[in-house]
Structures are given as structure tokens and as C-alpha cells.
């Protein structure tokens, strides 16, 4: 049994520019989260697909529908992780520095982003759970975020696949379980 990987089509909201508050930012989120995306050719080589589920989030379903001709099953647990606004209505930061401080707020289990950080670790969870229990091959269409997590989670469940960080817009990664 092989489960596919995919991360969403590029999304063509661009990332600010400059120094933003969080109000800024968090408003860049919904408009990320419902912007439309880039098509690009994606060979599904490397399983015969018999099943497609897509995070909710129309980037990753529209991904799903340009590259999978089957049915396609949303799920929610696919998306991407949330994170809580900091109160610092007039703080400006670059960009990059508020995704950094929220990734180690995140992380770390700062108590501003544990609730959601634990919830979104058990999302993936259910995932994994879900993949571990077909019996065909299947895609899931999903984020960066989720993928990276999803991976570590499938390697210690016995599967074996390629390594990535930041998983690349519209590339398929094959897992298949280890044979023993």
C-alpha cells in the first residue's frame, strides 16, 4: 500500500512586504486561505491511486480536482495548522519574523498556541490512523505544514519515503510501508 503526498497548487496571494501588526497579518491569512492557485502538470506516477482525499481549503481542492479524475473526499484534519493572534495590536514586525516568532510559540507550547497545537498534532494523528487503515493506494492533498508532521508520523509508523522541510508546491511524495 503507497499513500501519495501533495502539497496544494501555488497560491497566488503574495506574501506582505514591509513591517505589518497582527491585525495586518492575520488579514493576509484569509486572504491566503481563499486565493486562488497556480495549475502546473503533476504526474501521479508511483501508485495505482484508487482514492483521493483533500484538505476543505479550496487551494488543496482545487489542486485535488485539476490532478485526480475520481471522487475526492474532503477532510478537515488535512488542513493546515491554526495559531492564535498575539496581543500586540500595534506591534509592526517584517513578515518573516512574526511566522518565526509564531513557529516557536507554537512549538515550544508557548500557552498562547498550545490549544491549538495540540489539537493540530492530533488532526495528524487521525490522519496517519486513516492512511494506516486503507488497504488501496490513496493521495492526500494537503499543506506544508501537515506534510512535514505527517511524514515524521508515517516513518514511525513503519512506512519509508522521501525527506523534505518545506514540502514543494504541486510534487507528489510516495510512502509505501515497509515490508517485513
Known amino acids: 500500500m503507497r499513500v501519495g503526498l501533495i502539497r496544494h497548487f501555488q497560491v497566488l496571494e503574495p506574501m506582505p512586504r514591509g513591517w505589518v501588526t497582527m491585525d495586518e497579518l492575520l488579514a493576509w491569512r484569509a486572504r491566503y486561505d481563499s486565493a486562488a492557485v497556480s495549475p502546473v502538470p503533476l504526474s501521479l506516477e508511483g501508485g495505482n491511486w484508487a482514492r483521493c482525499y483533500a484538505s476543505d481549503l479550496s487551494r ?5 480536482q485539476a490532478v485526480y479524475a475520481g471522487e475526492i473526499f ?6 493546515e495548522a491554526e495559531f492564535a493572534p498575539f496581543q500586540s495590536r500595534y506591534l509592526r514586525l517584517p513578515f518573516s519574523l512574526w511566522t518565526w516568532l509564531v513557529r516557536l510559540a507554537w512549538m515550544t507550547g508557548h500557552e498562547s ?4 497545537r495540540d489539537d493540530f498534532l492530533g488532526r495528524m494523528r487521525r490522519v496517519a490512523d ?3 487503515a486503507q488497504k488501496e493506494d490513496h493521495l492526500m492533498v494537503s499543506h506544508a505544514g501537515m506534510m512535514f508532521y505527517l511524514r515524521k508520523e508515517l516513518l514511525s509508523r513503519g512506512f519509508f519515503g522521501p525527506k523534505f522541510g518545506i514540502a514543494e508546491n504541486a510534487r507528489l511524495y510516495v510512502f509505501e510501508r515497509k515490508r517485513v
Open 60 to 64: 488543496a481542492h482545487q489542486t485535488a
Open 74 to 79: 474532503p477532510l478537515s484534519e488535512l488542513r
Open 113 to 116: 498556541q498550545r490549544r491549538l
Open 130 to 132: 486513516l492512511i494506516e
